[in-house]
C-alpha cells in the first residue's frame, strides 16, 4: 500500500518541480523514488515476501540403536526385530535453490536441503532365510523404496561393496554367521531428514542337524485360492468405482506388486527347494444335486469391471 502511496506523491512532487534529468521528466524520476522507498517500508511492515528462505536443513544426525557390546540375538521361525547399526557413512547434503527471481510480485529464494546416506544393521544369528516386511517408524514400507541388501549371515558371504567402496576393501569385515542389510544411498526427505526407527520380519528356520528344517524338505505346493478375477496376475490391476477414483483390487500389502507376485517372492525365500506347484482352478456349480448340477465359469463381481 505505501508503494502505490509513496509512488503517487513523488510522481506529484517532481511534476511541481518540473525539468528533466539525462532525459527523464522529475515526475517519472519522483514517481520511482517514492515507489522504492513504499516498497521498502512495505517489507519492513508486512514481510518482504523475498527474503531468502531454507528448508530441510539440519545441524546433526541422531543414529538409531547402536550399542557397544549388545547382544546378538537368536531368531527361530518368524520374529520382528529392531537390529543393531553396525556401519554408517557420511552423510550427503544436497542443495537446490528456487524463486529469488525479479518480477512483479517478488517470489522468495527458497533453498531446499535433501539428506541421504548408507548405513548397515545387523539383525540376528545367521543363516536366515529371508526378510520379510520392514517397517520405519512404525509404518510398513515398501523394500523396493529402499535399495535394501540382505545378507543371510552365511559362512561364506562376501563384504558389501558399498562398505568396501568408502572403507576400502582391507578394512571391512565380511560379517560371516551375522544376517544383516544394508541400505545404499537412503534418502531421509521421506523420513523427515532424518534416520527413522527400522524393524524387520525376519524368517530363520531350525538349525539342528539331527532335525533338518521343514522348509528344506517341501519339495512342492499347492496355489490357493482358486477362485478371483485377478487372483493370478503378475501385475497390479485397478478399478475404478467412481469417477476420478482407481483402487488395486490384487494388491493387498506395502510391496507395490501384485498380490501374486508377493506369495511368490515369499515362496522362493522361505522354501528354496520347492520344484513345482499346483494351480488350483475353481469352476462353479449351480445345484448341489449332481444330476441337475451345471457346471461353468463365472465371476465373483460384475458391477464395475
Known amino acids: 500500500m505505501a508503494t502505490i502511496a509513496l509512488s503517487a506523491a513523488g510522481a506529484a512532487l517532481g511534476g511541481s518541480i518540473g525539468g528533466t534529468v539525462l532525459g527523464l521528466s522529475m515526475a517519472t524520476i519522483g514517481r520511482a523514488a517514492g515507489a522504492a522507498i513504499g516498497r521498502r517500508l512495505d517489507q519492513q511492515l508486512l514481510g518482504s ?24 540375538a537368536q531368531v527361530y ?22 524463486g529469488g527471481g525479479k518480477g512483479s510480485p517478488p517470489t522468495p529464494e527458497v533453498t531446499t536441503y535433501t539428506y541421504s546416506l548408507s548405513m548397515a544393521i545387523a539383525l540376528c544369528e545367521g543363516e536366515i532365510s529371508r526378510v520379510g516386511r520392514v517397517w520405519a517408524d512404525g509404518a510398513e514400507i515398501s523394500k523396493e523404496d529402499l535399495n535394501m541388501r540382505v545378507y543371510t549371515g552365511s559362512i ?14 582391507e578394512n571391512v569385515p565380511a560379517y560371516r554367521g551375522t544376517a544383516y542389510v544394508v541400505f545404499e544411498d537412503l534418502a531421509l526427505g521421506q523420513f523427515g531428514n532424518r534416520i527413522p526407527q527400522f ?13 533338518p528344517d521343514l522348509s ?5 505346493v499347492a496355489l490357493i485360492p482358486g477362485t478371483g478375477e485377478y487372483s493370478l496376475a503378475t501385475s497390479r490391476v485397478f478399478l475404478s468405482p467412481s469417477y476420478g ?16 507376485s508377493t506369495s511368490m517372492d515369499a ?3 522361505e522354501l528354496p527347494h520347492c520344484q513345482s506347484v499346483v494351480v488350483v482352478v475353481s469352476w462353479f456349480g449351480d445345484d448341489l444335486r449332481c444330476a441337475d448340477c451345471q457346471i461353468k465359469p463365472k465371476v465373483e463381481q460384475d458391477d464395475v469391471d
Open 49 to 72: 515476501g523475498s527474503e531468502p528462505v531454507e528448508t530441510g536443513r539440519v545441524d546433526r544426525f541422531r543414529l538409531t540403536s547402536a550399542a557397544e557390546g549388545a547382544d546378538v
Open 77 to 98: 521361525g518368524r520374529m520382528r526385530l529392531p537390529g543393531q547399526v553396525i556401519w554408517a557413512s557420511e552423510f550427503n547434503e544436497e542443495r537446490s535453490t528456487s
Open 156 to 169: 561364506d558371504q562376501l563384504p558389501d561393496p558399498k562398505i568396501s567402496a568408502v572403507e576400502g576393501a
Open 199 to 211: 524393524t524387520f520380519e525376519v524368517m530363520r528356520g531350525s538349525s539342528e542337524l539331527d532335525a
Open 216 to 220: 528344506d524338505c517341501v519339495q512342492g
Open 245 to 260: 477414483r482407481q483402487v488395486a483390487i490384487n494388491s493387498n500389502s506395502s510391496s507395490g506388486k501384485s498380490d501374486f
Open 267 to 269: 515362496l522362493q525365500g
